[in-house]
């Protein structure tokens, strides 16, 4: 104690110095607009930079799960194909025709790979950010993917940087179907955790059962029919007894979600001008 009291005693007037400095510096950028917005402006590019470096470090270490993940839904993805595949060929006779299936699968799609800069999925109101934008092609309305399924939609975009409204958004709304079944309904996020959503407006006479897998439906411009998005985990009715609502455990584990794809349709402008244009007349 008798030390640190003979070391502050000691230089007491550099402790003296730095003291008045920070409160000059205080006074400077609190009450002059000028370098007030100049120090903010730097501050936030400094903290951007911090903030994608701690990014960069922490998708380092994921890696590994997120690799085990990615590795087992594309092993279990193969041999659903090649299921599948065998299936066709037998009932159609004609391996030219998967060929081509399989060829012309994205054919009116383009795909831009981007990782996630900044995330959050505790708010009711959750966004994503990624580090592409309108240079690099990405445009308001596109269909965000991952390895394992849907995460959202491009909400807004900047030149280099783009926005995506999630699935873990209240004002997301995805149209999806069962895909054992086809019967299909809209996907919505009411808070809570970030593993699990629901789909509603599942009509009184659908087919499903505990475990059937949700997919996209391909009704909207955004997403092309048949990209997981979860299983059925419980169901109830909905509130006003109509229709039935479905607990999905969503696929994409949004905890660790580090390197995405945005999906591009060549179509997609068309279709949705199109139905914009039958909303602006209806009554």
């Known amino acids: 104690m008798?030390?640190?009291i003979n070391f502050l005693l000691k230089y007491n007037h550099w402790f003296v110095f730095v003291l008045l400095e920070i409160i000059s510096l205080v006074?400077?950028?609190?009450?002059?607009?000028?370098?007030?917005?100049a120090f903010f402006t730097s501050a936030n590019y400094v903290a951007g930079l911090v903030y994608e470096a701690s990014n960069q470090v922490t998708r380092y270490f994921g890696l590994t799960e997120v690799n085990k993940d990615l590795t087992a839904r594309n092993v279990e993805l193969e041999i659903e194909v090649e299921r599948l595949s065998q299936a066709l060929e037998q009932y159609t006779q004609d391996t030219t025709g998967i060929a081509t299936l399989r060829e012309n699968a994205l054919k009116d799609y383009v795909l831009y790979d981007a990782r996630v800069v900044n995330n959050s999925i505790t708010h009711p109101n959750n966004f994503i950010t990624i580090d592409k934008g309108s240079a690099d092609g990405i445009?308001?309305?596109?269909?965000?993917?991952?390895?394992?399924?849907?995460?959202?939609?491009?909400?807004l975009?900047?030149?280099?940087?783009?926005?995506?409204?999630?699935?873990?958004?209240?004002?997301?709304?995805?149209?999806?179907?069962?895909?054992?079944?086809s019967y299909f309904g809209f996907l919505k996020w009411d808070g809570g955790s970030s593993q699990y959503a629901y789909v509603k407006d599942m009509p009184r006479h659908s087919e499903f059962t505990l475990g059937d897998t949700i997919v996209t439906s391909g009704y909207s411009a955004?997403?092309?029919?048949?990209?997981?998005?979860?299983?059925?985990?419980?169901?109830?009715?909905?509130?006003?007894?109509?229709s039935y609502l479905l607990k999905v455990k969503l696929f994409t584990d949004f905890a660790r979600l580090n390197d995405v794809r945005?999906?591009?349709s060549f179509n997609g402008t068309e279709q949705a001008q199109l139905e914009d244009s039958i909303r602006s007349v209806q009554p």
């Open 222 to 242: 955004v997403f092309p029919a048949g990209i997981p998005v979860g299983t059925v985990d419980d169901m109830t009715d909905s509130h006003d007894g109509l």
């Open 157 to 181: 975009t900047g030149q280099h940087h783009s926005i995506v409204l999630p699935i873990l958004n209240s004002k997301s709304s995805i149209s999806c179907k069962i895909k054992r079944t």
């Open 27 to 37: 006074l400077l950028f609190r009450f002059n607009n000028y370098q007030g917005s």
């Open 262 to 264: 945005v999906l591009g």
């Open 139 to 155: 445009r308001p309305e596109m269909g965000v993917v991952c390895g394992n399924g849907v995460v959202g939609i491009i909400y």
């Open 2 to 4: 008798r030390n640190l």
